[in-house]
C-alpha cells in the first residue's frame, strides 16, 4: 500500500539526465558511494551499541554486495541503522537537493562527476548513473520503528511504501538500465570492489568461494581434505596504516606492500605517517627501489579517506618529488570533490604537503644518522630522490643539506661538507674559487678523469638523469664554488692558479701551428687554442665549454623555458699541446704531412672524447692503417 507519493524537492526539470551524462567512465563510482553508506551506517550502529544507546543484538553487520544476473539487479545490504520513513524523506528525498540551484550553476563547469557528487552530498543519487529504478528496503534500528520502503525510477517522483525488512538495517537495490549490464558482470564488480572497498572498515561479502579445509584423515593417517563453499569477504578491515607503528614488524610493513603493488620489488624502507592534530592523516609511505627509470615507480600512492579509496592522482596533495614514493595516505581533512587549483591552494593540503615532506627527510636523516654505511649502499636508489626534494622544495633541501651525498669516481662518499675539507686546498683557484670537477660518464670521459687524477685533482661522479639540474641548484647554494665538467677545459684553466705554466713556441710559430689545425680540422664550430699542457698529457684535446653545454643538456632533460639553449651551436675548444713531442714534429714536418699528422692528432682528440664516428671514424682507421 502506498503511504505517501510525491517529487523530489527540486526546482529543475530533471536532474538524472544530468547525472547519468557524467564522464561514462566514473560511472563505476555508484558502487563506491553505495558501500561507502553502508558502511556509515554500520559504523554508526556499532557506536550506538558501544555507547550503550543500543540495547539490542548488534549481530553480524557484514555488508552484503549480491547481483541477479536475471532481475538485471544489484543489491547492497547492510546491518546499520536503517531509516525510518521521515528519515528516508529527509535524508533521501530533501537533503539531496537542497543545493539544487547552485548544482545548475556549478555543474558546467566541473570537469568530473567526483566533483559534482561529492560537492551537493549526492552520494546516494549516483546511483541513478547506471540504474533505471532504484528501490530502498529498509527498517530503522529505532524502538517502535516500522520498515519501509522508498522507490523511484529516476524522474523527480518518488514513493514511500510499507517496507518488507524484518531486519535492522537498509537494502539498496538497483535495476540497471540497458547501458549498464556490464556491472552484472561478476569480475567487473570485484574489480571494482578491490579497487575502493578493499580496505573499508567492516567487512563485505560478495558472493562465495570455495576453500579447502582439513577433514579427518585417511585409512593411513593422512590429512584429508574437502572443498566448502565460504563467504567471498573481499576486504582487510584494518590495514596496517590504521594500526599503532609500535605494534608492527618489518614483515606486516612488507606483506602490505605486496598486497598492494603484487609484482614490484621489495622497498627499501617506509615511514609510517600519524598526525591528528591540526589535521588528521594516516599512511605508510615506501621508498621504492628508483634506479634511473622515475617515470615507471611515479603515481602510485594511493589516497584513501576513512579507508574509502580515493584517487591515485595525488599529484596535488603531496609535493612533486614525493610523487616517487609509494603506499597510502588517508585522511578525512582532504577536500576530495573540488577542483585542483582549490587544492593546491587549501591550507590543510599546503600544511600536509609540508608535513610528509618533513617526515620523509627526518627518516633518511635518522638511517644516516644510525648506519651510514647501510645508507649509503641504498644511495643509488635514494640519491635521486633526495636531489630531487631539494631542487623542488626548500625546505626539504635545509635538512638534507646534512646527508645528501656526492660520489667520486673512487666510489668514495662524502657529504656536503665533507667533500668541502676534502679538496679545499688543493682545488680553490686563484680567485679563492672552490672548483668541483665532475664526470657525467667515467667510462666516457675515461682521459679526461685520469689527467685530472695526476694532478692529485678529485672528480665527483655525476651521472644520475637529474643531476645537470642539480649542479645548477647546488652551485647557486654552495658559497664561492663553482662545478666543472672534467673536459669543460684544459686543467691549468679549470682551476686557474697563480703560475700560468708557459710554453717556448714562438708568437710566429703558435699562429702557424693553429692555422695548420685549423686548416686540418675545417670546422668553424671548433675553436683551435696553443696551449702549454704537460708533455705526457695529449697532444690535442678537446673541450666543451662548461655553462653552454650544462644549459643544453638541461634543455635536453626538459627544463622549462630552457629549448632555446637548444638551438645553439656546440662550443668546442681544440686546446693543442705545445709542449707535446707530436706537435713540435708537425710544425717542423713538410706541408702535405702536417696536415695529415693534425687531422690524425684531432681524431684522437676526438676518440678521447667518444666522439669519432661514423664516417670520420673509417677515415681514421684507414689512416692510421696507412701511417703504420
Ligand atoms: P552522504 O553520505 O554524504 O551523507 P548520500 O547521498 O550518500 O550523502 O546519503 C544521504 C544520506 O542518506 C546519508 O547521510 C544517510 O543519512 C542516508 N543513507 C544513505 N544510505 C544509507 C544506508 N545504507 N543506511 C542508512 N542511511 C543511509
Ligand atoms: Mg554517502
Not at 21 to 38: G, T
Not at 188 to 195: A, E, N, Y
Amino acid at each position: 500500500m502506498i503511504q505517501e507519493q510525491g517529487t523530489i524537492s527540486i526546482n529543475t526539470e530533471n536532474i538524472f539526465p544530468i547525472i547519468k551524462k557524467f564522464l561514462y567512465s566514473d560511472h563505476e563510482i555508484f558502487l563506491r558511494e553505495l558501500v561507502s553508506n553502508a558502511v556509515d551506517a554500520t559504523q554508526k550502529m556499532n557506536r550506538l551499541t558501544a555507547l550503550g544507546h543500543y540495547k539490542g543484538e548488534l549481530g553480524d553487520t557484514t555488508i552484503d554486495v549480491s547481483v541477479d544476473k536475471d532481475a538485471k539487479t544489484i543489491s547492497i545490504s547492510d546491518a546499520g541503522v536503517g531509516m525510518t520513513a521521515e528519515e528516508l524523506k529527509k535524508y533521501i528525498n530533501q537533503v539531496a537537493f537542497s543545493g539544487a540551484t547552485e548544482f545548475m550553476e556549478k555543474f558546467k563547469e566541473a570537469k568530473d562527476a567526483n566533483e559534482i557528487i561529492g560537492r551537493f552530498g549526492l552520494g546516494f543519487y549516483s546511483a541513478f548513473m547506471v540504474a533505471e529504478k532504484v528501490e530502498i528496503e529498509t527498517y530503522s534500528y529505532l524502538e517502535n520503528a516500522e520498515p519501509a520502503k522508498w522507490t523511484c525510477d529516476g524522474s523527480t517522483a518518488f514513493e514511500i511504501s510499507e517496507g518488507s525488512r524484518t531486519q535492522r538495517g537498509t537494502t539498496v537495490t538497483l535495476f540497471l538500465n540497458e547501458d549498464s549490464t556490464e556491472f552484472l558482470e561478476k569480475h567487473r564488480l570485484q574489480t571494482i570492489l578491490d579497487k575502493y572497498a578493499k580496505f573499508l572498515p567492516v567487512p563485505i561479502k560478495f558472493g562465495t568461494k570455495t576453500e579447502s579445509v582439513p577433514d579427518g584423515e585417511d585409512k593411513d593417517g593422512k590429512p584429508k581434505y574437502k572443498s566448502i563453499e565460504v563467504d567471498n569477504i573481499i576486504n582487510n578491515t584494518t590495514p596496517i596504516w590504521t594500526k599503532t607503528p609500535s605494534s608492527l614488524k618489518d614483515e606486516d610493513y612488507l606483506s602490505f606492500y605486496r598486497e598492494l603493488y603484487p609484482f614490484q620489488e621489495e622497498p627499501l624502507f617506509w615511514i609510517h605517517l600519524n598526525v591528528d592534530y591540526p589535521f588528521n592523516l594516516t599512511g605508510v609511505l615506501y621508498f621504492p627501489k628508483l634506479k634511473n627509470d622515475f617515470e615507471v615507480t611515479k603515481n602510485k600512492i594511493k589516497l584513501f579517506s576513512r579507508q574509502v579509496f580515493i584517487t591515485d592522482e595525488v599529484k596535488d596533495i603531496v609535493p612533486e618529488f614525493l610523487l616517487l614514493l609509494h603506499g597510502v595516505i588517508d585522511s578525512p581533512d582532504i577536500p576530495l570533490n573540488v577542483s585542483r587549483s582549490f587544492l593546491q591552494a587549501d591550507s590543510n593540503v599546503k600544511k600536509i604537503n609540508s608535513y610528509i615532506s618533513r617526515k620523509v627527510a627526518e627518516k633518511l636523516q635518522e638511517l644516516f644518522v644510525k648506519d651510514r654505511k647501510a645508507f649509503q649502499d641504498k644511495w643509488d636508489d635514494i640519491g635521486i630522490f633526495v636531489k630531487y626534494g631539494a631542487l623542488s622544495d626548500e625546505k626539504f633541501y635545509e635538512k638534507a643539506k646534512d646527508f645528501l651525498l656526492l660520489i667520486n669516481t673512487n666510489k668514495e662518499y662524502y657529504t656536503l661538507a665533507e667533500y668541502e675539507a676534502k679538496v679545499k686546498d688543493f682545488q680553490t683557484d686563484k680567485n679563492g674559487n672552490l672548483i668541483y670537477l665532475y664526470t657525467a660518464d667515467s667510462e666516457l670521459q675515461h682521459s679526461y678523469i685520469q689527467a685530472a687524477q695526476k694532478k692529485d685533482y678529485d672528480v665527483l661522479l655525476m651521472n644520475s638523469p637529474i643531476d645537470n639540474h642539480f649542479i645548477q641548484f647546488i652551485e647557486s647554494k654552495l658559497e664561492k664554488t663553482q662545478w666543472k665538467r672534467v673536459d669543460a677545459d684544459v686543467l691549468d684553466k679549470l682551476i686557474e692558479k697563480e703560475e700560468i705554466a708557459k710554453h717556448n713556441l714562438s708568437e710566429d710559430d703558435t699562429k702557424k701551428l693553429a692555422a695548420i689545425f685549423e686548416k686540418a680540422i675545417d670546422n668553424k664550430a671548433m675553436k683551435v687554442e696553443v696551449e702549454s699542457l704537460p708533455a705526457d698529457a695529449l697532444p690535442v684535446t678537446l673541450t666543451e665549454e662548461e655553462w653552454m653545454r650544462r644549459m643544453k643538456d638541461m634543455s635536453k632533460m626538459g627544463g622549462g623555458g630552457m629549448n632555446f639553449y637548444g638551438a645553439m651551436p656546440d662550443n668546442f675548444k681544440v686546446a693543442v699541446n705545445a709542449n707535446h713531442p707530436l706537435i713540435t714534429k708537425i710544425l717542423s714536418a713538410e706541408e702535405s704531412a702536417q696536415t695529415t699528422l693534425a687531422k690524425q692528432a684531432f681524431d684522437l682528440a676526438l676518440l678521447a672524447k667518444g666522439m669519432l664516428k661514423g664516417k670520420a671514424l673509417t677515415d681514421f682507421v684507414e689512416r692510421s692503417v696507412g701511417v703504420l
